[in-house]
């Protein structure tokens, strides 16, 4: 079947610290992977995607490398700010983009 | 300026007793999603739609359904609630398959 599994939260980081936050999926065929990013009481928003393997998505200072070895799309920002604060989740979509798998999202708290 | 609007934001109601939320966007896109978030759970996909009159089941449809009789509207209809449908609903729209999906603010529903 298809799922995502991420890094269980809170995740505390000072103001300039390196953020990782882990993705793993399993899934069939060919996925596209997303993070996507929810602040407090809105809906979420891309933050950056990948089509196919290799791929690097990248959107303000957030990377994400597609693995098809290691099936991962881990998370990075070199330096994160107190404005990064927010849950992060990771997903995939197959059949063409229609279905979607989010993982259990990751609550990052930057602290100044 | 680009919206999905849900409604209502919040509704607390009883077990059995009909209830529709409405998500309507105004971008003319053909694709729109209902989601599910919950703790731990991630964001769960119950049914989507392609275009008017197509639509078809996500991860968890069971107890719900949908309708997609214009391109703008695509109202999540529980029939007879239950509390396990106590949650917390987010619809999205986005114009083609692989084009980012836009969300509405979400809509808080306690099934008593």
């Known amino acids: 079947g298809n799922s995502v599994t991420q890094m269980e939260g809170p995740v505390t980081l000072s103001e300039e610290a390196f953020l990782t936050i882990n993705c793993t999926y399993t899934?069939?065929?060919?996925?596209?992977l997303f993070w996507y990013v929810q602040y407090p009481g809105e809906g979420l928003q891309l933050l950056l995607k990948?089509?196919?393997?290799?791929d690097k998505g990248s959107n303000k200072g957030f990377e994400a490398t597609y693995r098809k070895e290691t099936t991962s799309f881990h998370l990075e920002k070199g330096s994160v700010q107190v404005s990064d604060s927010a849950v992060y989740f990771c997903?995939?979509?197959?059949?063409?983009?229609?279905?979607?798998?989010f993982g259990s999202g990751t609550k990052l708290n930057v602290k100044p | 300026e680009a919206q999905v609007t849900q409604n209502p934001r919040y509704l607390i109601t009883v077990t059995g007793k009909k209830l529709t939320v409405t998500c309507s966007q105004n971008?003319?896109?053909?694709?729109m999603s209902w989601y599910r978030q919950d703790p731990g759970l991630g964001l769960r996909q119950i049914y989507y739609?392609?275009?008017?009159?197509?639509?078809d089941k996500g991860d968890v449809p069971e107890g719900y359904k949908v309708s997609r009789k214009e391109k703008r509207n695509f109202p999540l209809i529980l029939e007879s609630p239950s509390p396990n449908q106590t949650s917390l609903y987010f619809c999205?729209?986005?114009?083609?398959?692989?084009?980012?999906?836009?969300f509405g603010d979400g809509t808080r529903l306690s099934i008593l």
């Open positions: 971008m003319n896109h053909e694709y």
């Open positions: 990948a089509t196919k393997a290799d």
């Open positions: 739609s392609m275009n008017v009159e197509v639509t």
């Open positions: 999205a729209s986005r114009v083609t398959s692989n084009q980012p999906q836009h």
């Open positions: 899934a069939t065929g060919y996925p596209s």
């Open positions: 997903a995939l979509s197959v059949n063409n983009f229609n279905k979607f798998y």
